[in-house]
């Protein structure tokens, strides 16, 4: 029985506005947490960085075993994770505090991997509209969390502030109760055509013997190694950059609050570049320069924020920063789904580039401190941000020809 698709939607719109939520809106409680349970700073980012470790070890193995337990109980198990790991650490105990954090993150590794494979099977003549919708949805509730956790913590204090956005969960789990019995095979039969204008052409690989994609047959063609890498250097520049503005910034001899400011005013703009690039890009039917020319932002913000100085040149480079954020984002989803020809080919890169992703994520911040302490500056940190944006461009334009991997 085929899913009401507007009731799916909904869904998958909900579970994603859990990805982000549960592990970012812990970094401003991190000096009360530490107090509380007298953690060393050492032993607090732990939980930040269990969960980037978790995706990048983990979500390669999400298709396989969505095929084994089924999609719909698959991503339920996920939303009961996702809540009961908010909860836990609800719990008066640092053990709890950690526990639930990891349980919390296997849950939202399912929905990073599977909510694209999700919209390339179940809409694929809407796969730009519903990229966007997810991926802005994502960032806003993420940014609109972001500004509540503080005067919630001051008016309720942190334990129940964290506990409160689990709430979500809650509300997410009982709309994916009546997708019990969802299937990939579910997906709609032109799930099978190119969501695109133009059909495109497939690539020349070795394709499956087998009716059904795997790893091997997969990767067994660069186009998969692009769009791979893509999203692995997208995460890598991404996490690398926002862990840095707030520093570069106070290096130029700005004030804190200004800093802030312009952390802020990088996601606020990463938000809507994520809504309106899937729209502008549905005019193109090759992708190749505008997901160059979108990477090509980050260069720009990063030599502004590393290199510039004064108020203007901040807000500018947080400006641009946030339009490559967004929109460059939003690209390695769409990649997703635009180079696949069906749901569980798309799971497939889903989990490979998200796993290369999260991993560089987990050490790119730490590896940009140990240059700007080395160096006594941001002038290695600027060369190194260089190479990565360009190595960023060269796999966007790769990824972004008019052609799909072969199954």
């Known amino acids: 029985m085929k899913p009401n698709q507007n009731v799916l939607l909904a869904a998958i719109l909900l579970l994603s506005a859990n990805m982000r939520i549960p592990i970012l809106v812990v970094s401003p409680l991190l000096p009360l947490i530490n107090q509380t349970y007298h953690l060393t700073n050492s032993e607090s980012g732990l939980l930040t960085s269990i969960p980037l470790l978790v995706f990048g070890l983990l979500s390669m193995a999400v298709p396989n075993a969505s095929k084994r337990l089924g999609l719909g109980r698959f991503i339920i198990l996920a939303i009961i994770a996702i809540g009961g790991g908010e909860f836990l650490r609800y719990l008066p105990s640092p053990s709890m505090l950690f526990t639930g954090t990891l349980l919390l993150a296997l849950g939202i590794t399912v929905g990073n991997v599977m909510i694209p494979a999700m919209i390339r099977g179940f809409f694929p003549n809407k796969v730009n509209a519903a990229t966007a919708y997810y991926t802005a949805l994502m960032q806003g509730m993420t940014t609109l969390a972001l500004l509540l956790v503080v005067p919630m913590t001051q008016l309720l204090g942190w ?10 969960s809650i509300f997410t789990l009982l709309l994916w109760l009546r997708f019990y019995n969802l299937r990939i095979a579910d997906s709609l039969p032109s799930a099978t055509a190119s969501p695109l204008t133009t059909a495109p052409k497939p690539i020349t690989g070795k394709p499956s013997t087998t009716s059904h994609p795997t790893i091997k047959s997969v990767f067994s063609q660069r186009l998969a190694w ?16 926002s862990t840095w503005i707030p520093t570069a910034v106070l ?24 809504l309106l690039v899937p729209f502008w890009l ?33 807000i500018l480079s947080s400006i641009i920063g946030g339009i490559g954020s967004g929109g460059t984002f939003a690209v390695a989803l769409l990649f997703f789904s635009l180079r696949t020809q069906s749901a569980e080919s798309s799971a497939i890169i889903s989990g490979t580039g998200q796993s290369i992703g999260y991993l560089l994520a987990a050490i790119g911040p730490s590896a940009i401190g140990y ?26 334009y790769r990824s972004g020809k008019n052609t799909y991997i072969n199954e």
């Open 371 to 396: 240059l700007y302490d080395s160096f006594n500056g941001w002038s290695m940190v600027s060369l190194t941000m260089i190479i990565f944006c360009l190595l960023f461009a060269y796999f966007g």
């Open 226 to 241: 692009d769009v791979s890498l893509f999203m692995g250097v997208q995460s890598l520049v991404f996490y690398t950059l």
């Open 251 to 274: 290096s130029h001899h700005l004030s804190l609050t200004f800093a802030g400011q312009m952390a802020s005013l990088f996601q606020f703009i990463a938000v809507i570049a994520s």
């Open 159 to 168: 334990r129940i502030t964290i506990v409160s956005f689990g709430i979500l």
């Open 282 to 314: 549905k005019k193109h039917t090759v992708q190749s320069w505008p997901a160059v020319w979108l990477t090509m932002c980050y260069l720009i913000a990063s030599i502004g924020f590393f290199w510039g100085s004064g108020q203007a040149i901040m």
